[in-house]
């Protein structure tokens, strides 16, 4: 039962040391804020799930927040690599990572799979390639019909999803619009969720029939946070900011000015930092 | 004849590859720009899908990501991540796709995760996304890739998609009833598949570009087609469109 709570409370009765959590967004409505908060409570030996690990996973890596990466592409979208997932990959700066390697079609199916309540996803993949070599939790199975090989691997069952969206209602309805991502999946897949919205209404706006909707009875804690997905972005709210990704490709490339950035933007600060990046509501088109 | 960079015939080969009726699933960076310069220009109607769940989409930018918000909002339709897979791309809607990778080998087979060994990488790639299945799902693929001796290898360090495997009816025999790669589009030639050997051949040269150097920047010994063409040059308004593509895009990106 949805709950609307504060940013750090929400991270503090959600989210132990040692969980599986999985904080999604595919390109939009990616949870910078709620990132930032779980570095800032020092969460310890996290198993993080994510289709696209992105700056969010980049940086709570580098600050030692991790113990395994579930996922199936580590890059800075257009601009290149994710510096301190490499360096953990690479040299085990700060700590040794364990990669659970998987294709985004058996992501995007074991989180489904995760939803729907199923022990694991089936569907037709990782033909011919490597994958399968290197990660064991990709099996394949017979299909009792046709007798065709199908990969199979585990569903996702986080213990926490945490995703942004742009809005919920005091009841703790929670809508999303645009990108869509994997987000519904996430949340119905685990046991707990944490998610930041731009706003709380009164009520929903005028919308879809079919607009995507989370019922209050399937979220967890709920809290406002404007601008939370920044440099991500929020459709209807404020534009990615193609700008920033870039710049962090400088930021993360070294050590240091990692850790100063990290020190400056996200331990010095708190939630209300996002504020400056929201935007007003607009519509979709504009 | 204009002055052009090798890249910018490598785009405009590869757009001129693409026709009216298509249907594509586009990927970030070369392709986008490929796919989107032949919506401007000679096919207006492409469909072009990219795997944030757009589908139709029609920008006026590229976009920096596979999810930027004016896919969304020029699109015909956006739909979940997981159906994005499910039923567009493995439901087998998709007649081309785009691929690119750090490797390819002589049998378009690519690399887009390790160099060097797994466990120990030299250089740990950003990984397939969703290469591996777009490789086996998609009508025919086309890939775009720069040469270069440390790209285009003998033999890859980490098969992350498949190509034409290991030549003649290997792919088949693993299931798959998909093309796979029907053209290569380099900054140097075009490779297509040798209808037997299934190796990736050169069937024609870009403009003022020699054997030698084709050679000189590939690992493996490149085959020749027994006739090879030469790409006809960029045209003024091939170039005008692209530069202009690109520039708007910059502004927009630096603007963000």
């Not at chain 1, 690479?90 to 199916?109: D, F, G, R, T, V």
């Not at chain 1, 005091?170 to 619009?177: D, T, W």
């Not at chain 2, 109607?45 to 596979?66: A, R």
């Not at chain 2, 567009?88 to 378009?108: C, E, M, P, S, T």
Request: glycine share 10%.
């Amino acid at each position: 039962m949805a709950r609307i709570t504060s940013l750090a409370e929400a991270i503090a009765a959600n989210i132990h040391d040692g969980d599986t959590v999985a904080l999604e967004g595919f390109t939009h409505l990616i949870p910078h804020a709620a990132c930032h908060e779980i570095i800032r409570q020092g969460r310890k030996s996290l198993t993080l799930i994510r289709m696209t690990p992105d700056l969010v996973y980049d940086q709570m890596i580098g600050m030692g927040c991790v113990k395994k990466l579930v996922f199936s592409w580590g890059g800075n979208p257009g601009v290149g690599s994710l510096h301190r997932f490499r360096d953990a990959v690479e040299k085990q700066w700060p700590l040794p990572l364990e990669l659970e390697e998987h294709s985004h079609a058996a992501m995007a199916n074991a989180y489904e799979a995760g939803a729907a309540g199923q022990p694991c996803a089936i569907f037709r993949g990782y033909i011919g390639g490597d994958l399968p070599k290197v990660n064991p939790r990709i099996k394949h199975i017979t299909c009792p019909f046709t007798g065709e090989q199908l990969a199979a691997i585990p569903a996702h069952r986080p213990d926490v999803a945490v995703i942004h969206a742009q809005r919920a209602d005091k009841a703790g309805n929670v809508m999303i619009e645009g990108v869509l991502g994997v987000q519904k999946e996430a949340v119905l897949a685990s046991k707990r969720s944490v998610v930041t919205v731009e706003e709380i209404v009164d009520e929903l706006p005028a919308r879809s029939l079919n607009a995507v909707v989370l019922p209050h009875w399937t979220v967890g804690a709920i809290a406002a946070v404007p601008g939370g997905a920044f440099p991500s972005y929020a459709q209807g709210y404020y534009p990615r900011n193609n700008s920033f990704y870039k710049q962090w490709d400088d930021i993360a490339k070294d050590r240091d000015s990692f850790h100063a950035w990290m020190k400056a933007n996200v331990l010095d600060k708190g939630p209300e930092a996002f504020a400056q990046y929201a935007g007003t509501r607009h519509a979709a088109a504009e | 004849m204009a002055d052009y960079k090798p890249t910018e015939m490598m785009t405009i080969a590869a757009a001129r590859s693409l026709k009216n009726d298509d249907i594509c699933f586009v990927g970030i960076g070369q392709p986008s720009a490929a796919c989107n310069l032949a919506r401007l220009t000679h096919a207006p109607d492409i469909t072009l899908i990219y795997e944030s769940g757009t589908l139709g989409t029609k920008p006026t930018v590229l976009p920096l990501s596979i999810g930027d918000g004016e896919l969304c909002e020029t699109a015909l339709t956006t739909v979940s991540v997981p159906e994005m897979f499910r039923y567009w791309l493995q439901g087998g809607r998709i007649k081309v796709g785009f691929l690119g990778g750090a490797q390819i080998d002589k049998y378009a087979n690519l690399n887009t995760t390790v160099v060097g060994p797994y466990d120990k990488p030299k250089v740990r790639l950003p990984g397939g996304g969703g290469a591996p299945e777009i490789a086996t799902s998609c009508g025919e693929i086309f890939i775009i890739m720069a040469q270069g001796k440390r790209s285009f290898v003998d033999k890859l360090d980490f098969v992350t998609s498949i190509g034409h495997v290991s030549g003649g009816d290997s792919r088949q025999k693993l299931g798959v009833k998909t093309k796979g790669p029907t053209k290569l589009i380099t900054d140097l030639a075009i490779f297509a598949p040798d209808p037997e050997t299934r190796e990736m051949t050169v069937v024609s040269i870009h403009p003022g570009v020699t054997r030698e150097q084709i050679q000189d920047n590939t690992g493996w010994t490149v085959k020749f087609a027994a006739q090879v063409e030469e790409t006809p040059a960029p045209t003024a308004r091939e170039l005008e469109v692209l530069r202009e593509l690109h520039a708007r895009t910059a502004r927009a990106h630096a603007a963000a």
